[in-house]
């Protein structure tokens, strides 16, 4: 037997088990998306018909479909930029070497990302309640009066945002971390020396080094941060006045709540689609940076 050979064979188990428990599902939600699958068609698979590319029509004419996405670009818009500034921040402190108790910060700091959303959704949800929650009280002693957090239309995105970018920096900050103990430290003395402030340092030295775990994070926290719904899930049902309405959570309600399947399919190869697209552009654009600077 042949190398090539044994190296198949020793795929074929993962090489199957992908097959099974994600192309499959794939190809047959992709199926869906194309027909009208709905709870009579669950009762009676006679009833499905095939409706070609309309569930994708209907949607894109939908005005529920167009605040959905507007919210989930809001959402990473300001969320992607403020999880990657913060994991940076806290990982260039950890890394610094007058840094005290850095496996109890780097602890500390990593447990919300191994902790379940729905529970750190629910304490969040009591923190910024209206009426007692800590938010609220400690803001009364500045003489604030209380806002409505997680009611007010206009509130009620940030402090999602604000709660997942608490809720996921650790996982960034580790990354960037090992990233920056990789850069060596020669540089940043050569660059002392020649009288380099630290800024410059971390412009000169710090970004182009982290070139590639940038693109790495940046790609992975929007590809996440796309994909909202346990949040706004548990935090405000979507609300209020469906500002927080995520394309996920139309999915969601398109698919379990209304029992319409392959408008949720389509919804779902929509989201697909941008989440490619938005990749695909910051992978050239990071080719040009490379092009650019050779």
Do not use: C
Request: charged fraction near 10%.
């Amino acid at each position: 037997m042949n190398r090539q050979r044994v190296a198949w064979l020793f795929l074929a188990p993962a090489l199957i088990v992908l097959g099974l428990f994600f192309l499959l599902p794939v190809i047959a939600a992709l199926a869906l998306s194309l027909t009208d699958y709905d709870i009579y068609a669950l009762a009676n698979i006679h009833n499905l018909r095939f409706v070609a590319l309309s569930n994708y029509w209907l949607l894109l004419q939908r005005p529920l479909f167009w605040s959905a996405l507007g919210h989930t670009v809001y959402f990473v818009a300001i969320g992607v930029p403020l999880s990657m500034g913060t994991s940076l921040g806290a990982a260039m402190l950890l890394n610094s070497p007058l840094a005290k108790m850095k496996p109890f910060f780097r602890t500390a700091l990593f447990a919300p990302v191994v902790t379940t959303v729905v529970a750190m959704a629910v304490i969040w949800r009591y923190l910024f309640n209206t009426k007692y929650g800590m938010a609220n009280y400690v803001l009364g002693h500045f003489g604030v009066h209380p806002v409505d957090w997680l009611g007010d239309p206009h509130w009620a995105m940030p402090t999602i945002i604000l709660f997942a970018v608490w809720k996921n920096f650790g996982y960034n900050m580790i990354i960037f971390l090992a990233g920056l103990q990789a850069i060596p430290i020669d540089l940043y003395e050569a660059a002392r020396i020649d009288g380099a402030s630290a800024w410059q340092q971390f412009r000169h030295i710090t970004l182009p080094m982290l070139g590639p775990t940038l693109l790495m994070v940046s790609i992975l926290t929007v590809s996440g941060y796309f994909q909202l719904f346990a949040e706004p899930y548990v935090m405000t049902e979507g609300g209020p006045l469906q500002s927080t309405t995520s394309v996920l959570y139309l999915m969601y309600e398109e698919g379990f709540k209304w029992w319409n399947l392959g408008s949720a399919s389509a919804v779902a190869f929509l989201l697909f689609v941008m989440m490619f697209a938005v990749t695909a552009l910051m992978l050239r654009l990071s080719k040009r940076g490379e092009g650019a600077d050779a």
